[in-house]
T-cell receptor
Framework: KQEVTQIPAALSVPEGENLVLNCSFT??????LQWFRQDPGKGLTSLLL?????REQTSGRLNASLDKSSGRSTLYIAASQPGDSATYLC??????????FGAGTILRVKS | SAVISQKPSRDICQRGTSLTIQCQVD?????MFWYRQQPGQSLTLIAT?????????ESGFVIDKFPISRPNLTFSTLTVSNMSPEDSSIYLC???????????FGSGTQLSVL
């Protein structure tokens, strides 16, 4: 059974800092891994999707890496802004087609 | 990308009643999923709903409590039956064109049961 751990659970930083959010998963037999953000009381917004054959994906100030063999993914946020404040979730997708979510990292960027 | 409309966005219900949540997608999709997010928790998959077949439920979820319909490739409903306060959660539908593509989520239904 896939288990996903996200570290840190919460993070509070001043505006402009570069951030690293970590995700580890126990079953490396995955199709891909997706990072999402969730704003309070809202649904999920997809940020990045990394296929199992890829090492990195970039979108604007976001960069996600994947080391499938070691069961790790990292989301890097450059030059953080107050609008980045949200909960960030990682979710590997297994061959059963299901996303399994971590508990998330709650990010607060202070202006 | 897929645009998902989920209704209602929120509701307050009495114990013992049922609520049906609708999920409408702007394009035909094979796979549709229903998730629950309990207060302060992450998302848990309830069931997978594919058109033309019975929904597949995850461990801990049963059809009598969470009946699902999938009449076509753009629409699904989830019913939360005989509700109790423990059912207070956000319920989200999700769609994925294929295994290798992104999953997209609706904006969720915030359910409170009194």
């Amino acid at each position: 059974k896939q288990e996903v751990t996200q570290i840190p659970a919460a993070l509070s930083v001043p505006e402009g800092e570069n951030l690293v959010l970590n995700c580890s998963f126990t079953d490396s037999a995955i199709y891909n891994l997706q990072w999402f953000r969730q704003d309070p009381g809202k649904g999920l917004t997809s940020l990045l999707l990394i296929q199992s054959s890829q090492r990195e994906q970039t979108s604007g100030r976001l960069n996600a890496s994947l080391d499938k063999s070691s069961g790790r993914s990292t989301l890097y946020i450059a030059a953080s802004q107050p609008g980045d404040s949200a909960t960030y979730l990682c979710a590997p997708r297994g061959y059963g087609n299901k996303l399994v979510f971590g508990a998330g990292t709650i990010l607060r960027v202070k202006s | 990308s897929a645009v998902i409309s989920q209704k209602p966005s929120r509701d307050i219900c009495q114990r013992g009643t049922s609520l049906t949540i609708q999920c409408q997608v702007d394009s035909q999709v094979t796979m549709m999923f229903w998730y629950r997010q309990q207060p302060g928790q992450s998302l848990t998959l309830i069931a997978t709903a594919n058109q033309g077949s019975e929904a597949t439920y995850e461990s801990g979820f049963v059809i009598d409590k969470f009946p699902i319909s999938r009449p076509n490739l753009t629409f699904s409903t989830l019913t939360v039956s005989n509700m109790s306060p423990e059912d207070s959660s956000i319920y989200l539908c999700s769609v994925g064109p294929s295994q290798k593509e992104k999953l997209f989520f609706g904006s969720g239904t915030q359910l409170s049961v009194l």
